[in-house]
């Protein structure tokens, strides 16, 4: 077991994983309500799970070797909601400007 000096840095990691799949969900969502198409919705899902886990898997591997620990879990989610919540109106913004044309 490794000591808890590189929690911090672990944790920091994982929050910007968290960060990139707020990205990607928020470019997801803006081809998502481009299409009005329930297939293409789907496949946006899964689309996302597939890469969201993708993501999580491979930071949680580059932070501590694939160990899932409940701080690196809760880390994750918090870089998704921080990005979430600051980009989301931006986003939803420009999928209405996209939708007019």
Do not use: W
């Amino acid at each position: 077991m490794r000591d808890v000096t590189g929690q911090p840095f672990e944790a920091l990691l994982l929050m910007h994983g968290g960060a990139v799949t707020g990205i990607v969900y928020l470019l997801l969502r803006i081809v998502r309500n481009r299409a009005d198409k329930r297939l293409v919705t789907h496949l946006c899902d899964a689309v996302f799970v597939l890469s969201g886990a993708a993501i999580f898997a491979g930071y949680l591997f580059l932070a501590n070797y694939g160990t899932v620990r409940g701080f690196l879990t809760a880390s994750f989610l918090l870089g998704f909601a921080a990005v979430y919540m600051l980009f989301a109106p931006l986003f939803a913004r420009i999928t209405q400007k996209i939708r007019k044309k």
